[in-house]
């Protein structure tokens, strides 16, 4: 099944710990993404992959590091993270055309304590 | 810089009733795609319905169609015959044909859709 992969689901933390979200597609899709949601301001892209080795950041990537090593992984690391990065956290992934829709993940709720 | 607006935080309909969620945008730009993007509770983000700009006709999807009004840069949501399931968050969303935009999505804010049985 063509599917976006993230883990884990639901992530409580501590401010300063850090933590690693990951995201795995089975599509071969050479463009990749992650999203910020939060109440009223709907998705913010926080980081986007073009290709493997190549990143570019988006909206808002303070706080948060990428890495494309290969095609399918695309994972968020976040060294440092505090109380302001409680969010819903989407990965997703498309191909690289103009007409190409997005494919989400499930999201991960992240909690910083 | 483009933006996308959706100016109703949450609407409510009744069963079996229809509901148009509206979006506007602003651009400059005579090539776009616009979406629809429906999130229910499960949080799965679920692509509804989408429109280029270049077709005059309104895209349809079963229950859903879309209102492109393109000289208005209005592209607003009808559900027709609106069922429990339909109730989640839409968002809209607009991407640029543009290849030195990466073709990235610009999304509204959302707008709750409650049915009410």
């Known amino acids: 099944e063509a599917q976006v992969t993230q883990n884990p689901r639901y992530l409580i933390t501590v401010t300063g710990k850090k933590l690693t979200v990951t995201c795995s597609q089975n599509?071969?899709?050479?463009?990749m993404s992650w999203y910020r949601q939060d109440p009223g301001l709907g998705l913010r892209q926080i980081y986007y992959s073009m290709n493997v080795e190549v990143t570019d950041k988006g909206d808002v990537p303070e706080g948060y590091k990428v890495s494309r090593k290969e095609k399918r992984n695309f994972p968020l690391i976040l060294e440092s993270p505090s109380p302001n990065q409680t969010s819903l956290y989407f990965c997703?992934?498309?191909?690289?055309?103009?007409?190409?829709?997005?494919?989400f993940g499930n999201g991960t709720r992240l909690t910083v304590t | 810089a483009q933006t996308v607006t959706q100016s109703q935080p949450e609407m409510s309909v009744q069963e079996a009733e229809t509901v148009t969620l509206s979006c506007t945008y602003d651009?400059?730009?005579?090539?776009?795609?616009l979406f629809w993007y429906k999130q229910p509770p499960s949080r799965q983000m679920i692509l509804v319905i989408r429109q280029e700009a270049y077709k005059q006709q309104n895209a349809t999807e079963n229950r859903f169609s879309v209102n492109f009004q393109k000289a208005a840069k209005s592209f607003s949501l009808k559900i027709s015959d609106s069922q429990l399931g339909d109730a989640a968050m839409y968002f809209c969303?607009?991407?640029?044909?543009?290849?030195?935009?990466?073709?990235?999505?610009?999304w509204g804010a959302g707008t709750k859709l409650i049915i009410k049985p």
């Open positions: 997703a992934s498309r191909q690289p055309f103009y007409n190409s829709p997005l494919h």
């Open positions: 969303a607009y991407r640029s044909a543009r290849k030195d935009s990466n073709y990235q999505l610009i």
């Open positions: 599509m071969n899709h050479e463009y």
């Open positions: 651009t400059s730009e005579s090539d776009y795609y």
